[in-house]
């Protein structure tokens, strides 16, 4: 027998020993959905209801019991129920002595009691072993394939047959099973579903707050002071020059903050001779929301090159370019190609092009069906060794936009630069402190620290 084929029965569960009965508590959608989904995977399915009566939307073949009749027919009984009725299982504590109780309950909010559903169903029918399961899958996900939601079930229990038992199951329903230890991590695995986009919270706060930040700046400096000093109504501004402005500083400042962490754990290395400290919480935060905020820059960037596009089509634009037809035929005079500047203008496109192509390749790589199907190696080199050129080529995209004007007087009104100047502070801070770091003088003993060389071993922890 091959090699392959042994790892693939080894992975499968064993469809020829028969099931065992499992009993569901709780005949609503999650419930019902459970069941059936068991049923299709070849598991007898008995429902304890308070109403023994047979319904329409039970499966067909599953059978219905009062609570006790159920529990005594099933070692496995999955408790679907809210846990503000789990009141009705202590009458039925000595039926349930022995069993399995699986815990399938949510919460409406995080931290909603002082323990776990979890747990207070352990204090309940202490005789019984609890696990943790199945509260990470919804009825929808189940009822339209496991296919449509996250296959990873999160499991834990004091009492490890049934938390395996439980697992078995996980796996016959063709979901994976993931080991969260004990029945204390029962509160963390309820808290998880009630988590909206945990690490995208950082990178959507900042984005808003310097997208808030530069909104304002630009209106003070391109709008309010014209209207001041020149008496020139430029408010339509907001709709499209200032958000074409907004866009690619904050795509560019995002895409520097993806790097510029990896830049201090380095410098953090090199300072303290090892690697086996900890960082501090904040960097540790920082380093693990890079993807989304990589992600956060791809999509203003995205939006830098849709408001671009639509450039030409402005009436602002084409009333500029009028007017200097106009200023022209009635000089009587044809301004020269000036060959430096369109040089400059070419060259500003395409550095804008190949950024934002590897940008894009960037973002396609960070997806987990192409990251799953790369090795460590090529997704270092994609995220790495590309990125920094992705943000050479972003950075060298601004300078060359606006590097001649840094010294002109009319770039700065009322004492505050363009907003490109701004947005090329950290950019430039990254690359230059990178470019130190890639002396050998410091690139091999961070290389060294990196694979585990200690200047002073007595501090490895």
């Avoid at 990470?136 to 394939?145: D, I, K």
């Avoid at 063709?174 to 204390?184: A, E, F, R, V, W």
């Amino acid at each position: 027998m091959s090699r392959n084929s042994y790892n693939t029965m080894a992975l499968t569960p064993n469809t020829s020993k028969k099931r065992e009965t499992v009993c569901i508590f709780g005949t609503g959608d999650f419930g019902r959905a459970l069941g059936h989904k068991m049923i299709q995977s070849g598991y007898p399915v008995v429902f304890g209801s308070r109403s023994a009566q047979p319904s329409s939307l039970i499966p067909k073949d599953a059978e219905v019991l009062s609570h006790t009749e159920a529990a005594q027919k099933a070692a496995i009984i999955i408790i679907a129920i809210q846990r503000q009725h789990y009141n009705f299982l202590t009458p039925l504590a000595e039926v349930l002595h022995g069993k399995v109780l699986v815990d399938v309950s949510n919460n409406l909010k995080i931290n909603q009691y002082p323990e776990s559903n979890a747990e207070y169903l352990a204090q309940l029918v202490p005789g019984a072993k609890v696990v943790k399961a199945f509260n990470t899958v919804s009825a929808w996900a189940l009822q339209s394939g496991t296919l449509d939601a996250s296959r990873q079930v999160f499991v834990c229990g004091d009492d490890m047959e049934a938390k395996q038992m439980v697992m078995d199951i996980v796996r016959a329903l063709g979901l994976t099973p993931l080991d969260q230890g004990s029945l204390l991590a029962a509160q963390e695995i309820e808290n998880y579903p009630l988590q909206l986009f945990p690490m995208w919270k950082f990178p959507m706060i900042l984005s808003l707050v310097l997208t808030a930040f530069f909104f304002f700046y630009c209106l003070i400096r391109d709008v309010i002071y014209s209207y001041v000093y020149e008496k020139k109504d430029f408010s339509f501004f907001i709709a499209i020059s200032i958000p074409n402005r907004i866009c690619p500083a904050l795509a560019l400042i995002l895409l520097a903050l993806v790097y510029l962490p990896g830049v201090l754990a380095a410098i953090l290395q090199l300072y303290r001779g090892t690697k086996y400290r900890r960082f501090p919480d904040w960097l540790d935060k920082w380093m693990l929301c890079r993807k989304q905020l990589g992600l956060v820059a791809l999509a203003f960037a995205s939006l830098h090159v849709l408001y671009t596009l639509v450039i030409p089509i402005r009436s602002f634009v084409r009333w500029r370019i009028s007017s200097s037809i106009l200023s022209q035929a009635l000089k009587n005079e044809t301004q020269p190609l000036n060959t430096t500047y369109a040089w400059l203008s070419d060259s500003y496109l395409a550095l804008g092009i190949l950024g934002f192509f590897l940008f894009v390749l960037l973002g396609i790589t960070s997806l987990p069906s192409v990251s799953n199907n790369v090795n460590w190696r090529e997704f270092r080199f994609v995220q790495s060794k590309l990125g920094y050129v992705t943000l050479i080529l972003c950075t060298a995209h601004t300078l060359v936009y606006g590097g001649n004007r840094f010294l002109s007087p009319s770039s700065y009104r009322w004492y505050l630069p363009n907003v490109y100047m701004l947005s090329l502070i950290i950019p430039c801070i990254v690359l230059v402190v990178k470019f130190v770091l890639v002396f050998p003088c410091l690139d091999k003993p961070l290389t060294r620290i990196r694979q585990g060389w200690e200047r002073n071993p007595q501090y490895s922890e």
